[in-house]
């Protein structure tokens, strides 16, 4: 009698280890962890140990815009050409995924302006200002395209 107690016993300790192991596996509980990581390496300065995390965000739900956005935020900190180009991407991903991400469309106004895009600075400051009329970085970066474009041309001109 002893022994089937003491045998069921350890089945039933197997099975809650191995239920409450899995749920520590999960993707929801793999994607918050790295979330939760990302977000504090970011916030120590820790930017490329925040990327890392961030990329393997993106990895396990890439249609999920936040960390496409924190991704590019990343990005931009570490700065340089190479990331850049990568902020740009995920800037890119991240208002084809969520429109109403009025600061990522700002940021990909501001590299379209460094990249000498005006026109396309100009789309970008137009679509926050159409939700937020008095958006003043809206305003700025239309400000800011419209004055480049205007100066494009008029060297072209030349």
């Known amino acids: 009698m002893r022994l089937v107690i003491s045998t069921t016993f350890i089945g039933m300790i197997l099975i809650t280890l191995?239920?409450?192991?899995?749920?520590?596996?999960s993707p929801e509980s793999k994607k918050a962890k790295h979330l939760q990581?990302?977000?504090?390496?970011?916030?120590?300065?820790?930017y490329n140990e925040a990327l890392i995390e961030f990329k393997n965000v993106v990895q396990l739900d890439p249609k999920n815009a936040d960390p496409h956005y924190r991704l590019a935020l990343t990005y931009l900190k570490l700065g340089g050409t190479q990331n850049l180009q990568g902020a740009f991407a995920e800037l890119s991903r991240t208002v084809?995924?969520?429109?109403?991400?009025?600061?990522?469309q700002l940021k990909l106004g501001e590299l379209y302006l460094l990249g000498n895009e005006p026109a396309k600075a100009l789309e970008q400051a137009d679509i926050v200002?159409?939700?937020a009329p008095q958006n003043t970085e809206g305003l700025i970066l239309k400000g800011r395209s419209l004055i480049t474009e205007k100066h494009y041309a008029e060297e072209s001109r030349s």
């Open 18 to 25: 191995i239920v409450g192991g899995c749920d520590r596996f």
């Open 129 to 131: 200002l159409v939700s």
């Open 37 to 46: 990581l990302g977000q504090t390496y970011f916030d120590k300065g820790q």
């Open 96 to 104: 084809e995924l969520d429109k109403t991400n009025r600061d990522a």
